[in-house]
């Protein structure tokens, strides 16, 4: 019986659509292991512990040798990446999991830009960063833009033009997104 209920389970996650722009865009391709782990990762401390013993931080200098932003299912596959990575991975699968969640840019104590996800469920407000979540953002952190909506072909944060990027909104702007 239990296994039939996992068949049947891994069954719905290969044939339903995924949730995000990532999953329409040309050229990305699902796997049912990527499905399995976005489905189990159902809590920022599952998914930052996930984090923590699959995933290793490395500049896309070291990668690509230009700022690049991986796909979740580029980041899976890759097993590594930056903080964009991470907060892109962190957003997809905390989105499936129907938190509300932001992208947010930060400017840390030592001036320097770092990307996070803030996710919302049940009136709990939580930052996760590459191997951490907060209930609070740290002391010294301040938000530098907010980045409501992963989607392909945009600016980055940094305004300048890559293959990937994101709408910028500031903070009380909003934007209506429609994907056919």
């Given at each position: ?157 940094l305004e300048k033009e890559y293959d990937r990027g994101y709408i910028l909104l500031k903070e009380g ?8």
């Amino acid at each position: 019986m239990f296994r039939h209920l996992c068949l049947f389970v891994v069954a719905i996650l290969i044939l339903t659509p995924a949730t995000s722009a990532f999953a329409r865009a040309p050229g990305s391709k699902s796997s049912p292991k990527f499905n399995y782990v976005v489905y189990k990762l159902n809590n920022p401390k599952k998914l930052v512990r996930y984090n923590w013993w699959h995933f290793t931080e490395m500049s896309d200098n070291e990668q690509f040798a230009i700022d690049y932003w991986q796909e979740p299912i580029e980041f899976f596959n890759n097993k590594h990446g930056d903080c964009d990575d991470f907060a892109i991975w962190n957003w997809y699968v905390l989105k499936y999991h129907e938190y509300k969640v932001q992208l947010l840019l930060i400017r840390t104590l030592s001036d320097k830009l770092h990307m996070i996800v803030k996710a919302e469920k049940d009136n709990k407000i939580r930052y996760i960063d590459t191997y951490s979540v907060y209930k609070k953002l740290p002391r010294g952190w301040e938000i530098e833009r907010i980045l409501n909506e992963p989607l392909e072909y945009q600016k980055d944060p940094l305004e300048k033009e890559y293959d990937r990027g994101y709408i910028l909104l500031k903070e009380g702007e909003s934007i209506s997104i429609s994907i056919k």
